[in-house]
């Protein structure tokens, strides 16, 4: 029972900490990334309008590096603790799914793309390709995710043209702009 508690509440603090680092590097990469593309003084509207397939694609790519990331992070802690304790493996195992859950827990969006990242990379990490797991799912997630969130732009892209509505945006951030 006393082995359960600990990985319990072990796992609340790594899930803590990795949310607080994943979040000041989210906050530092975009910035770092906006500034190196040369976004400085655009709005996040200015952005998804004007480029939007660089948006998603970074998106994409943070989320599936920190579900990929988290897979590793808890396959590593169970498999340190199972080791080390002597527990029944199959029992912590399933567990680390339900460890896995929490990754969307306060996430706004690329659920999908984090959920899936993380338990399929726990997945082949337990059952299949031990360390290359996590590789091999952050690779699938990220082609499958890219094609989906790209070709959702050009649909949206598409509607937006024909009722004129891209249009009246651009002009309204031009407005914007050349106010500042």
């Known amino acids: 029972m006393w082995d359960l508690i600990i990985y319990v509440f072990s796992a609340c603090v790594i899930a803590f900490v990795f949310k607080f680092v994943v979040g000041?590097?989210?906050?530092?990469?975009?910035?770092?990334?906006?500034?190196?593309?040369?976004?400085?003084?655009?709005?996040?509207?200015?952005?998804?309008?004007?480029?939007?397939?660089?948006?998603?694609?970074?998106?994409?790519?943070?989320?599936?590096?920190?579900?990929?990331?988290?897979?590793?992070?808890?396959?590593?802690?169970?498999?340190?603790?199972?080791?080390?304790?002597?527990?029944?493996?199959?029992?912590?195992?399933?567990?680390?799914?339900?460890?896995?859950?929490?990754?969307?827990?306060?996430?706004?969006?690329?659920?999908?793309?984090?959920?899936?990242?993380?338990?399929?990379?726990?997945?082949?990490?337990?059952?299949v390709f031990w360390f290359w797991g996590p590789l091999i799912s952050w690779a699938l997630v990220l082609a499958g995710s890219l094609l989906f969130y790209l070709g959702r732009i050009n649909i949206i892209q598409h509607q937006m043209l024909s009722s004129g509505e891209y249009d009246q945006i651009v002009a309204e951030l031009e407005r914007d702009s050349t106010r500042e």
């Open 24 to 127: 000041l590097f989210s906050m530092l990469s975009g910035v770092a990334v906006m500034a190196l593309l040369g976004f400085k003084g655009k709005t996040l509207k200015w952005l998804l309008v004007r480029h939007p397939r660089a948006f998603f694609s970074y998106g994409v790519f943070f989320h599936t590096t920190v579900g990929a990331l988290y897979s590793v992070v808890i396959a590593l802690f169970t498999s340190y603790y199972v080791w080390r304790t002597g527990v029944n493996h199959v029992f912590y195992i399933v567990l680390s799914f339900f460890w896995g859950l929490t990754l969307i827990s306060g996430a706004q969006s690329y659920v999908g793309t984090l959920l899936s990242s993380c338990l399929l990379g726990l997945g082949l990490f337990y059952f």
